[in-house]
């Protein structure tokens, strides 16, 4: 490595850290209904949504309902998405004249978007028309994500009210999250990668004639305005299949740095945000840092490996499968973001990854998309760690476990561990179906354990609600297509369900004062304790399987084997 690759890291993290502040505070005052810098352009129009829709802002909602408007709402837009994908060759803007899409695959499509995961069995480019692309997969990433962010806000409520039985209004929390900060954030970045050349346009396809003579057909398409909100929102869906490996959606270094900062920066603001609706910055503080940690963590180990002379390549800087214009550093900057903050957004592909790089971006993953996570998933995550952590602390000095003054109870753990382990499971159970079954296994490029990876990293990022891929596994099959699809409702809702049942039973407790007893969580102790609980749980679940992947393909490519 080179002064200027750890300059690049390091210059990536001092970036991340001074927005993080300055985004969380305006996005504290957004929902909180404080007057905030867009109040004069949008506040009359928020008043106008709310006559709209027949919403009484001041109306809120205990935890049942408001988890029955989160389902609904989600699953009225799985069935738009799906019609909309089965009527395309009948829909306006469709010039290439794309067919219709087959019904298993219209289904892991509308699961997919609809979830925040925004996994693609397909080309986009050629399977997908622009009204398809703009009125499902677009409006589905501002959707999608706005969900994140209103289930975090009611668990936040949760945590802070007390003797109550309200946490909020999810149409308001859905109305200020997609009108104050993803629309406005979403325009900024679209000019700004506009102006590195990411196109934008409603034109058909270009034939055009290469240096050698040979016709070939370039993809055009309203591709800035969908990669803004796929960043910014941690969908990672591309509206080209090389993602944003892709020149017409990451033309320039700069282009990448304002990317890969787009779908992290949210997620990390919203630690702060958390931090001053919960009366205590420095509670939003130590959960960012150990989200950075971990991140900073997962950039060392992937550029070790990565720079790790390798006796099958035969080369200490291994180029396979990244573009050019980047690099490695950038690259991997990339892979640990998208795969920690469940964007899927790719820049390169992550099986050329060395397999320690490529398992740091499949532990990411499986850790639960915690760092940072998605927007408002990531946060909702970390903070169920944070009981576990709370509860095994309380275990360990002999007293009912508290966290921000509310008792952490039976019920509240029982929950917690449903929400860590339904996606564990999925992955496993899911990933040892693919393994042992003909369906499964048709569809692989590799043998041995760089193939046990494909599979694991398929279901970890459906579960995760990451979405990117491997690659080398064809995805695109009726056995993939139906169960990394149900991978991907149970890791969303199978941890959404079990936070909304945590927020409605601890709005209700009282606060108890602080005593010489009570365990703090805002110093590095804690933060120490939280970063143990992580590893472990991930350790205890996923490390056999990991061992047999890529670890084992590590092992065996420091002996000159490869796969």
């Known amino acids: ?53 027949k919403v009484a802002p001041e109306e809120e909602m205990d935890w049942k309902k408001y988890l029955w408007a989160v389902l609904i709402f989600n699953f009225a837009g799985f069935v738009f998405l799906f019609i909309l994908q089965i009527i395309q060759q009948w829909l306006p803007l469709n010039p290439q004249n794309l067919p219709n899409v087959p019904s298993d695959l219209a289904f892991n499509t509308a699961v997919s978007f609809m979830t925040n995961t925004n996994w693609q069995a397909y080309a986009g480019e050629n399977t997908l028309g622009y009204a398809v692309q703009m009125l499902g997969l677009t409006v589905q990433n501002f959707l999608s994500a706005a969900t994140g962010i209103a289930v975090l806000l009611a668990l936040i409520r949760g945590i802070t009210l007390k003797l109550n039985d309200k946490l909020g209004n999810f149409w308001v929390d859905m109305v200020r999250t997609i009108l104050y900060v993803l629309i406005p954030l979403s325009v900024i970045v679209s000019v ?12 058909s396809y270009a034939n055009i004639k290469t240096l050698e003579g040979i016709d070939q057909i370039i ?155 998605g927007v408002g998933s990531g946060m909702y995550g970390m903070l169920i760690f944070v009981f576990i952590t709370v509860f095994i602390a309380g275990l360990m000095v002999g007293r009912t476990p508290e966290y921000l003054g509310k008792k952490i109870e039976s019920f509240d753990i029982k929950m917690a561990m449903v929400a860590v382990l339904i996606p564990n499971i999925i992955i496993l159970v899911f990933a040892a179906i693919a393994t042992s079954t003909a369906s499964g296994l048709s569809s692989l490029a590799n043998a041995g354990p760089h193939g046990l990876s494909e599979i694991l990293y398929a279901f970890s990022s459906g579960a995760g609600n990451n979405g990117s891929a491997f690659a080398g596994l064809n995805a695109n099959t009726v056995f993939y297509n139906l169960t990394i699809g149900t991978a991907m409702l149970f890791g969303r809702f199978g941890v959404i369900i079990p936070v909304m049942a945590i927020a409605g039973n601890l709005v209700k407790k009282n606060k108890a004062p602080v005593s010489a007893g009570t365990f703090t969580t805002d110093n590095y102790v ?33 002996n000159g084997v490869a796969f």
């Not at 920690?340 to 990854?353: E, P, R, Y």
């Open 192 to 203: 700004l990668l506009i102006s590195q050349g990411v196109i934008q346009n409603f034109s």
């Open 526 to 558: 804690f933060a120490v304790l939280l970063i143990g609980v992580i590893f472990i749980v991930g350790a205890l679940t996923h490390f056999p399987a990991l061992s047999l992947g890529p670890i084992v393909e590590h092992l065996l490519m420091n």
């Open 219 to 373: 993809p055009l398409g309203p591709a800035a305005s969908q990669t803004a909100i796929k960043l910014l929102g941690t969908n990672g869906g591309g509206f080209f299949n090389a993602n944003s490996a892709h020149p017409f959606e990451n033309s320039t270094p700069l282009s990448n740095f304002i990317e890969v900062i787009s779908l992290i920066v949210i997620s990390a603001a919203l630690t702060y945000t958390y931090g001053l609706m919960s009366g205590s910055k420095k509670q939003g503080w130590v959960l960012y840092g150990v989200m950075l940690f971990l991140l900073v963590c997962g950039i060392a180990t992937s550029l070790y490996s990565e720079y790790l002379f390798n006796p099958v390549l035969n080369t200490a800087s291994n180029l396979e499968g990244k573009e050019l214009r980047f690099g490695i550093v950038n690259s991997v900057i990339w892979s640990t973001a998208t795969t920690g903050t469940s964007c899927g957004a790719v820049n390169a592909m992550h099986s050329s990854l060395s397999p320690l790089a490529g398992m740091v971006a499949m532990f990411n993953m499986m850790l639960g998309e915690i760092v940072f996570g």
């Open 1 to 53: 490595m080179k002064t200027l690759d750890i300059v690049q890291v390091l210059f990536f993290i001092l970036i991340l850290t001074v927005l993080t502040p300055l985004l969380g505070k305006f996005m504290f005052k957004v929902f909180t209904g404080k007057k905030n810098i867009l109040s004069p352009v949008f506040g009359k129009f928020e008043k106008l949504i709310y006559r709209f829709l």
